[in-house]
């Protein structure tokens, strides 16, 4: 009897329980949770093979205790056919709600479009861009076997949040969300996820404006960590990695806090994590760059999904940020900062590269006036 409840209370430890209601699980291993999903499932259930729709009406009607004729009624009703609400001659418009239709859907539709008539919104090409995210890879399947998602792999998805500095966005919006698989180890997470200050060059070139940078930031500060449940995910994948953590574990030994560990990034994969899934976690890098990261679902991959491999980690939303315009033309992004410029409206300015050599420099390219300039990458540059 003690036997076979600790074996329950064990099995109950792989499974996400809430812990606070609507907010996050409790801690579970993201590779128990899988082992026991595939020891309760049959092997059909999992599948990637698309089923025989005689052999799929076989099992519903044997599952349902259906016999043959209320089958035959149950696919008339839920036929998308009728759906339909036009002749079949005639060419339906999405945007036009048939005036005397009986689903509450378009019912409701109609009463919101009678309360705003049409002031029709275009949208632009980023905003359709991030609404087809998702759909470009829905059931994509690869040329070659060898890269099929295996049946019973694990997917996440994992909303990567903008860094503390944006207190517009820090709270509720997630930068980029991803899928992926639980065969992925933790370097690809952190190179998928894409951050303005990884792109940031160093120095002042107010006498140098055309001499290229020999590095942008991630070329050079190559450093950077997760944290989950009390461990520090490590990239130490380079040689001129260094372990960043260190200094909060040295301090949280000073102050009594709870002692945390260490691994290796490149050497963890998420199927071995312990998480929570809704819980907020670290990542950072840069030094001081640090992001918000939620695990908000862990499942099976089914056949409808995105089955190539090479395509994960898979970019489902990317947050459309505005970009910052020239301070003189108001037209193209801007690519120099400058400060201490008697020729700028505002101190810092923004400047196109265009504006600030006709503005800062004569024809031969020497410096006029006295002032700093510095590269700008505009957070916009991932839309």
């Known amino acids: 009897m003690a036997a076979s409840s600790a074996k329950a209370a064990s099995s109950s430890d792989n499974i996400p329980d809430y812990e606070y209601v609507d907010v996050n699980t409790k801690v579970f291993h993201i590779d128990s949770f899988r082992s026991e999903w595939l020891s309760r499932l049959k092997p059909e259930d999992f599948s990637h093979k698309q089923e025989d729709d005689d052999v799929f009406d076989a099992r519903f009607a044997k599952e349902m205790g259906a016999d043959a004729e209320t089958m035959a009624k149950l696919k008339a009703i839920c036929s998308l056919d009728s759906l339909c609400c036009h002749p079949e001659d005639q060419r339906s418009d999405a945007e036009t709600v048939p005036p005397n239709s009986t689903l509450k859907t378009l019912i409701q539709r109609k009463k919101k479009q009678d309360l705003k008539r049409p002031q029709k919104v275009s949208k632009n090409r980023h905003d359709l861009y991030a609404d087809e995210l998702e759909s470009l890879a829905l059931s994509r399947k690869p040329n070659d076997a060898v890269d099929v998602v295996p049946e019973?792999?694990?997917?996440?998805t994992i909303n990567v949040y903008y860094p503390a500095v944006y207190d517009k966005f820090n709270h509720n919006r997630p930068h980029m969300t991803l899928l992926m698989l639980g065969s992925h180890n933790l370097t690809q997470l952190r190179d998928a996820i894409c951050c303005v200050s990884d792109l940031q060059v160093c120095g002042e070139f107010s006498n140098t404006p055309d001499m290229a940078p020999d590095f942008i930031s991630k070329d050079h500060f190559k450093s950077a960590f997760f944290f989950f449940e009390g461990v520090f995910y490590i990239d130490m994948r380079f040689p001129e990695c260094q372990d960043i953590s260190m200094t909060t574990i040295e301090w949280a030994k000073t102050h009594n806090f709870p002692t945390y560990s260490q691994a290796k990034m490149e050497d963890t994969r998420f199927v071995d994590l312990k998480v929570k899934v809704g819980f907020p976690y670290l990542y950072c890098h840069q030094g001081d760059c640090e992001h918000l990261v939620i695990i908000t679902d862990v499942r099976l991959a089914h056949a409808n999904d995105c089955l190539d491999k090479k395509l994960y980690p898979l970019l489902t939303h990317k947050h459309r940020v505005s970009t910052q315009k020239c301070a003189v033309c108001h037209v193209f992004?801007?690519?120099?900062?400058?400060?201490?410029?008697?020729?700028?409206?505002?101190?810092?300015?923004?400047?196109?590269?265009?504006?600030?050599?006709?503005?800062?420099?004569?024809?031969?390219?020497?410096?006029?006036?006295?002032?700093?300039?510095?590269?700008?990458?505009?957070?916009?540059?991932?839309n």
């Open 152 to 156: 019973g792999e694990v997917i996440l």
């Open 333 to 382: 992004i801007g690519r120099w900062l400058t400060t201490k410029d008697q020729f700028a409206p505002s101190d810092p300015c923004l400047f196109c590269n265009k504006c600030f050599q006709m503005l800062h420099y004569d024809t031969e390219g020497n410096k006029l006036g006295d002032f700093l300039a510095y590269p700008y990458v505009d957070p916009g540059a991932f």
